[in-house]
């Protein structure tokens, strides 16, 4: 019946020591309102399993690509990650953000997110080191490129100084110590082969999941 703020006042007069049917009631009072604060609290400690999943408290068990197909017949992509919880949640949740998708049910977490097939762009930080070689559209080291016919050679500036690579790429929005993939060197959406995540490095699999979750729940 008394808010904290409220129950501060009471508390100093059943500090005072007033007389026993006065402490009596006040500690009454301070007692029901702690009963009342632990007894919430339990109903509250399963919003925690969500709180796990910020932390990455979770385990990461498998990881597919799979082909999603629209009503028009449209075919794409898609990574599809589940994970389990050390605790269930006691609502479920369908989060959409980027459209990448999380659907949390119980103690399972589902990870759906979009592939995209296409060439894209790795830019090299050291440009200074490179010549762009007009004829292929890519860039080579110095060390090599001295046996290229200088026609076909100028000194790299950064926006031209990448190699190109065909294949499957994911999102990405923490570069995990991955190598960085754009489609040109202004664009601001980043990617990553999707070997890399798949094939090379279970530890790289989980850094990426982890980043993704990270990024749709900061």
């Known amino acids: 019946m008394y808010s904290g703020g409220e129950l501060i006042d009471i508390y100093r007069k059943f500090a005072a020591k007033p007389s026993d049917t006065a402490h009596n009631e006040y500690r009454k009072l301070l007692l029901l309102h702690n009963h009342d604060d632990i007894e919430g609290m339990l109903s509250l400690l399963p919003l925690i399993s969500y709180y796990a999943i910020i932390m990455n408290s979770y385990t990461v068990d498998n990881t597919v690509i799979d082909k999603d197909t629209d009503s028009n017949g449209n075919v794409s992509l898609r990574l599809i990650a589940e994970c389990s919880l050390p605790v269930g949640v006691p609502v479920d949740r369908h989060i959409c953000l980027d459209n990448i998708h999380i659907l949390i049910k119980n103690r399972t977490l589902t990870l759906v997110i979009p592939v995209i097939s296409d060439t894209l762009k790795y830019f090299f930080k050291d440009y200074k080191n490179y010549y762009y070689l007009t004829s292929e559209d890519e860039a080579i080291h110095k060390s090599i490129a001295q046996y290229v016919d200088s026609t076909n050679r100028v000194k790299c500036s950064a926006s031209n100084c990448y190699t190109k690579k065909t294949g499957i790429f994911l999102p990405l929005y923490d570069n995990c110590d991955l190598n960085i993939f754009k ?14 995540i798949l094939l090379n490095s279970t530890d790289n699999t989980e850094k990426y999941i982890h980043s993704i979750i990270n990024h749709i729940f900061s």
């Open 183 to 196: 489609k040109d060197y202004s664009d601001p959406e980043k990617y990553c082969n999707a070997d890399d």
